[in-house]
């Protein structure tokens, strides 16, 4: 897995790196990326899952291997988990979906 964050809070340079990814396309293939502060931003706050899945199918598209959902900042709860998954999940195959918890407030576990 190769970590390149690009943040789903909506900010514009997200959509300037989707824009990269076809001059590296080759490379991409081979490898799983990050989609961070999918569950909260600390500059924008809650993040809407589907602005998420946007970026998500299209780093899929483009034929990347798997992307990774990333709570990195630690403030996703299991409900917010579950809805987040179920968007995911009825659009995108399971196997191209891999989590990324960090354990900020004791919660990444509950969040599995």
Known sequence: MVTVEAEASGRVWVW???AVVPAIDQKVRAFGLNVSTVWG???EGEVPPEKSLAI???LLARGCYQV???D???VGTPLQTRRIL???LSQVESEKIALHLHDTRG???ANV
Do not use: K, N, R, W
């Open 72 to 74: 990195t900042i630690g």
């Open 56 to 58: 998500a199918q299209e």
């Open 68 to 70: 990774s959902l990333g």
């Open 41 to 43: 931003c600390p500059y």
């Open 16 to 18: 300037v790196f989707i």
């Open 107 to 109: 919660t990444a576990l």
């Open 86 to 88: 179920e968007l995911f």
